[in-house]
Structures are given as C-alpha cells and as structure tokens.
C-alpha cells in the first residue's frame, strides 16, 4: 500500500508539472492572441495554422539561448532564483484539488498530491514565498532596475498578501477550516450554496489582491517596461527568464483555481456540467479575466499600489471579517 | 482623379469636441469625495466592456503583409519606369539629358546616338538605386513623361547598389497594352490643357 502510495504520488506530480508547464505555455498564447482581438489585430498568425504553433517556436528558441550571467551578478544567487520562482509556483498547486475524485478500475484516485488540513494556508503561504524569486532575482543582478524590481516586488508582494489572508479569513470563519475539499464540501448543492454570495466583498478583495500576487496589468509595477524597463528580469533570457515566466503563469493558474474552489463551488456539478468541465470552465474564466483587464486597464502608480492597499482594500477586509464575526455571532 | 479622394481629404476636424475637467479637489474632504465617486461610477467595467465587444465584433484591421498589400497612393514614387509610346510602341525617351542634368544626386547615365532617321535616342539609360534618394525630379522634368516613378516598393537587394539597366524599366513591347498613362508626380494635371497660355510668336 505504501508503495503504490509512493508511487501513486508521483505520478501526479509529474501529471500537474508537465500539464501547467504546457498550460503556461499555452495560455501565453491564448493571452497573445485574446489581446490581439481586443486591440483589433490578428496575433500570432504565421507558426502553423492561426499560430498554435507560436508556443512551440518560443519554447525552442527559450531553451536555445545562450544562458547569459552578467559580469556584475551574483552567480549562484542569479542562477538560483527563477528556480524559486517557478518551483514555488508548482509547490503551491501541492495542496489545491483539482478534479473530483475518480476511478480507474478499482482504484478511487483522488487528483490532490497531498490533502493536508491547512491547504489553504500553505498555498497562500508557498505563493508567499514565491517573493524570493524576483526579490533575490533583483538583488543579484546588478543593475538598476533590477533592483527598482527587487524592491518594488518586496513591497508589493508583502503588502498584498495581508489583503489576500485577511479576504479569506472570512470564508474560512464561515467553513470552519483550511483544507480546500472541506471548502469545495461546503458549497456542494447547486449555485445556491456558493460562499460568493456570502462573502462578495471578500471575493472582489481575493480577486484584486491575486491580481497584485500575479503581477497582472493593474498591479504589474514589477516589470513595467515604461519605468524599469523589465523589472528584476532585465538581466534574463533564456530559459531562466523562461522559468520566471512560467512561475507567473502558474501562479495565475493557482489563483484561479483558488477563487474557484473558495468563492465559485469548486468542482461540484453545476446544473447539467459535470463537476470537473465545472471548475475548468471557472479557471478558463478567471484567466480570461487576468488577460481581459490587461486589455483594458492602465496600470496604476507605485504610490497608487500602496494606497489602495493600505488604506482602502485592508481596512474593508478588516471590517469584512469583524461584520463576517458578529453575524455568525448573533445569527 | 479617382482614388486621389481620400487623400487629399484632410478636413478632419469636423467631430472634435472639447473634454470637460472637472476642477481639482483642493481639501482632503473633496479628494475623498472624488475617490468615492470614482470608485462607485462603472467606468472599469465600461472598460471591460469595450474591449469584449470589440473582441465579439471581430473588426480585424491587421494587413497581412507578404499576402496582402496595401494600394499604394498614385504619387507614390517608387522603382522608376521607362514608358513607351501608346500606338508605335517606340520609347518616349529623347534622350534630352534633363533627368541627368537635374539629379541631385548624380545617379542617372544615358548614352545616346542618332538613329538612322536622324532623331536621337538612348542607348543605355541606368539608375544606381544605391544613390537615388526617389526625389521624383527626374519624373518631374522630363519632357516627354518617358522615365516615371512606379508603385513598387519592395526592393531590399543582396547587392548595396543594384543598378536599375534600360530593359529593367523600360516597358516590354508584349505588355505595350498594358501600360498605363501614369497619374503621378510630374504628370500633367488633369486640366493642363486648359491652363496653357499661348506663347506669343512675335515679339
């Protein structure tokens, strides 16, 4: 039983490491060409037909490119931290159920790696860490706005993540508990049940904040070409650079299907859909919505960021969990 | 004229209105104000509205371009163009030498020599296109509208000078029909006849 525990285990984790490594991959280039429509141009057209095959060409010349460490950089420090990035991106994902649980033959698999009872805490807190990557990315590089990166992700990473916790303590009140199958359990039984018409404002607070976690348009103050020029990612290319970029878009992936699980019922069954086609539609959905505001919104000042942190999107969190405490209280 | 239209419409400025802006809050009360109201006005999701409908609409304005072409404006000077005479299909080139005396950049040659009728006419007629700045002076002084400017703009070549020789341009005797009387730069305009001013033979 051990055994096929073991390797039970593994396969999945190979299973989420090679699908979001290729979902990465490929939501660069439905973002690339969903942008385009937006801004009436076509995208990617000429790679095979419409362009599907843009990702593998990018993929080649990524892994291709000279692996480049400037004079002045820190080398273990430099090479190390896009690992960070990405491997905390794809650790995250550990303890978020992806699917409903499913059989093959006789043996119930359940597409978790690991159901531990504070999941949600250390997704949040693994996405946390997530920090180092650019933080020490930056810091190693020797450059200016690698270091204007650094800076900027510390301060905006670490002020949102006391946005993200503090919108989901709510719900977790109102649950009872960390892991997400409890979560997912709670909002079984139809659109009714689910906790976003409960606890809305914690929905649009876990929503902004995942935005600035991400480094999505609004909030993408990290690499803002126009300010420094790539952030903590100047001196990067190939396929380190590569590693960041996948982090980024596993971590959409992983916010997604947290605000899927949180607020929008997981993968229970809605209506006719089964509950797994369920919680990928809400995922897709979500990653339209990151590429959706990228296409439409300017994004905001540094001193815009920490504003609307600090002083608007806390103390509503604040108030939300206080509200949330008092009705559970009373009612 | 057609097709000269749309360029030469430059009466754009029919639909422009003025932004109104509202004056700055000055005392922290207004700010906040103004913040409340922002805030609560839809005007991200207005946002988010228009980028969806434009994706819906699917107005697509991107030109493929090694598949699809623009057309280019009529005075558009591009690789230049020996043209011949419509019903004898002779060259329309004189050999006066003007395009050669006028090229600011020294870039035209022509050699000439009397045909058996006594009437002058080029035997070599090159253009160093690693030279020509398609300045259209040329096209403009010539006489007989026998070297133009024509459409074609691609020509990117391995060689830094690629010499333009007398039967690159000039028009082939088949394709004669094909010709077109060219509507460009140093062309007549289309009432010339009409502003011609008689010149007095007596003085």
């Known amino acids: 039983m051990e055994t096929a525990f073991i390797i039970e285990t593994i396969i999945k984790i190979l299973v989420v490491l090679g699908l979001f490594s290729a979902l990465a991959g490929f939501a660069t280039y439905v973002e690339r060409k969903v942008l385009a429509f937006m801004q009436r141009r076509l995208g990617p057209m000429h790679v095979g037909p419409y362009g599907i095959l843009q990702v593998l060409a990018d993929g080649i010349k990524l892994f291709t490119k000279e692996d480049f460490i400037p004079q002045g950089a820190v080398r273990p420090i430099f090479m190390i931290a896009p690992v960070i990035t990405a491997a905390t991106a794809f650790i995250a994902m550990a303890a978020i159920p992806m699917f409903p649980e499913f059989t093959i033959g006789s043996y119930t698999v359940r597409p978790i790696i690991s159901d531990m009872n504070v999941g949600l805490l250390f997704v949040l807190g693994v996405m946390g860490i997530g920090l180092y990557g650019p933080l020490l990315a930056g810091m190693a590089s020797g450059n200016k706005w690698s270091l204007l990166g650094a800076a900027r992700t510390a301060i905006q990473f670490l002020s949102y993540e006391v946005v993200t916790g503090l919108s989901v303590l709510a719900p977790v009140m109102i649950v009872g508990s960390l892991s997400l199958i409890d979560f997912n359990n709670y909002q079984a039984g139809g659109v009714g049940n689910w906790l976003v018409w409960k606890q809305p404002i914690a929905f649009i607070l876990f929503l902004i904040a995942g935005f600035a976690e991400t480094n999505r348009t609004p909030f993408d103050l990290l690499e803002h070409e126009a300010e420094v020029i790539s952030g903590y990612a100047t001196e990067y290319s190939g396929m380190r650079w590569g590693l960041f970029f996948i982090g980024e878009y596993a971590n959409m992936f992983t916010i997604g299907f947290l605000a899927s699980l949180i607020f929008l019922g997981g993968f229970n069954d809605l209506w006719f859909i089964p509950g797994a086609i369920a919680i990928l539609l809400k995922v897709f959905f979500f990653i339209f919505l990151f590429i959706w505001a990228r296409a439409s919104w300017p994004h905001v000042r540094p001193d815009q960021l920490m504003w609307l942190c600090w002083k608007v999107l806390m103390p509503i969190a604040v108030v939300n969990v206080v509200i949330t405490g008092i009705v559970m209280m009373f009612f | ?203």
């Open chain 2, 1 to 203: 004229m057609s097709g000269l239209e749309q360029f030469q419409d430059r009466n754009v400025s029919q639909n422009y209105y003025r932004v109104k802006i509202e004056p700055y809050p000055k005392t922290p009360w207004e700010k906040f104000k103004r913040v409340i109201k922002r805030s609560l006005k839809p005007d991200l999701l207005i946002g988010l509205k228009i980028t969806l409908l434009e994706m819906l609409r699917f107005n697509i304005h991107t030109i493929q371009y090694p598949k699809e072409k623009l057309p280019v404006s009529p005075r558009f000077r591009g690789i230049h163009r020996l043209l011949r005479l419509l019903e004898s299909g002779n060259e329309r080139c004189i050999g006066c030498g003007l395009c050669e005396k006028i090229c600011i950049s020294n870039c035209i040659r022509i050699d000439t020599r009397p045909d058996e009728n006594g009437r002058k006419i080029p035997t070599e007629y090159t253009i160093n296109f690693g030279r020509c700045i398609f300045c259209g002076y040329c096209a403009e002084v010539c006489p007989e509208l026998a070297i133009v400017h024509g459409q074609e703009y691609e020509y990117a070549s391995e060689q830094r000078a690629q010499f333009a020789m007398k039967e690159d341009m000039l028009t082939p005797l088949d394709k004669l029909k094909e010709q077109k009387e060219y509507p460009g730069f140093g062309a007549p305009t289309p009432a010339a006849d009409k502003l011609i001013k008689k010149t007095p033979l007596a003085y």
